[in-house]
């Protein structure tokens, strides 16, 4: 029985989680990227569908259910299908180790806030799974038998490469302080503002912030779909909800980005001041709440911040995009490992 319930509780934290993804990173992300990219550019942005135009992504996900889905004749319609699939099952499952809250304690019972967010190796389930991420662009771009669309998934494949180094090795600095891979154990040690990783990791956090960009071909990294060059590089061929799921993946990795971020650099769910401070106890559900809701802010202010960049910032050549990985980013990041070593070594 004891096992039944196991299932069944991750199954309804599946559930809930499933919804918030497509609700908070899809929805209301989509929402904020017209909005924001509206006020920058002196605009109203959508304001006709439901109040201040908040029910517009629902029509168009309604929009893209109607539409026809169209396979070219040459395309290899397997894995033509299975792409987006996929990208969008990857970007979902991340999720999976992301710890929203402390335990909450319920009579004798503890209640874990994720499905298995304290997994002792779970930073590097995510960084497999981003990893595994970009066989999706690529069958994609394959699999259309066009050229704009293999050109697209090639060079998702090289920034992938050249950008997961440099991720990687910027999360050593905060794994070294930590002295843990478990996500909970990373969180637990920025008890306060103070004592935020962002502080200790500066050059770090930096490095982590940019190959996020790369990772998740977002601008001024998206080269994989570039239009004035590639038409739309790996969407060229796909159209209906298809196209949909490859859109909906990367608001969803643009949140998951956001997350980890935050779990690593900012505190996670931690208040930035004690807990005692507002007379709440430690495993309480209005502990539970209040984390979750500072965690959903902190993740909120860094969506706005991607979206930000985006119609700020001008997109790169392929080759300074190159060039920025292998030559700047690679060596600042060895070299946040030695100054992070250094610092330990000398603190002790």
Do not use: C
């Amino acid at each position: 029985m004891d096992i039944i319930w196991i299932l069944l509780e991750a199954l309804i934290k599946a559930v809930v989680i499933l919804n918030l993804i497509l609700l908070f990173a899809a929805a209301l992300g989509v929402w904020a990227e017209r909005k924001v990219s509206a006020w920058i550019q002196n605009r109203i942005g959508p304001n006709r569908v439901g109040p201040f135009g908040l029910l517009q992504p629902f029509a168009d996900v309604f929009k893209l259910f109607m539409k026809e889905d169209l396979i070219p004749k040459a395309a290899d319609k397997t894995f033509h299908r299975i792409a987006p699939i996929i990208t969008l099952g990857i970007a979902i499952s991340v999720y999976a180790v992301i710890p929203f809250a402390d335990d909450v304690k319920i009579g004798d019972k503890i209640y874990q806030m994720g499905i298995a967010p304290d997994l002792n190796i779970g930073i590097l389930f995510v960084l497999a799974l981003t990893s595994v991420g970009v066989y999706g662009i690529t069958l994609a771009g394959w699999s259309s038998n066009n050229k704009y669309s293999l050109l697209g998934g090639l060079r998702s494949s090289a920034q992938m490469i050249s950008y997961e180094l440099s991720m990687g090795l910027a999360l050593v600095g905060v794994l070294m302080i930590a002295g843990s891979l478990s996500l909970n154990e990373i969180v637990s040690k920025q008890d306060v503002i103070w004592r935020w990783n962002v502080i200790f990791q500066p050059l770090g956090f930096i490095l982590f912030l940019v190959s996020s960009f790369a990772e998740t071909n977002r601008t001024p990294f998206d080269l994989p779909e570039a239009e004035p060059e590639l038409v739309g590089g790996y969407n060229t061929e796909y159209s209906g909800m298809k196209f949909g799921m490859f859109f909906l993946a990367e608001y969803a990795n643009m949140a998951t980005s956001s997350a980890i971020i935050v779990l690593l650099y900012f505190g996670g769910w931690q208040l930035p001041f004690p807990a005692d401070w507002l007379g709440l106890q430690q495993g309480s559900i209005a502990l539970a709440v209040a984390q979750f809701i500072n965690f959903m802010l902190k993740i909120a202010i860094l969506v706005f911040f991607f979206i930000w960049v985006r119609w700020t910032v001008p997109r790169f050549r392929y080759d300074q995009l190159m060039n920025l990985g292998w030559k700047v980013l690679l060596p600042l990041a060895l070299l946040n490992v030695l100054l992070t070593a250094v610092g330990i070594w000398l603190l002790k």
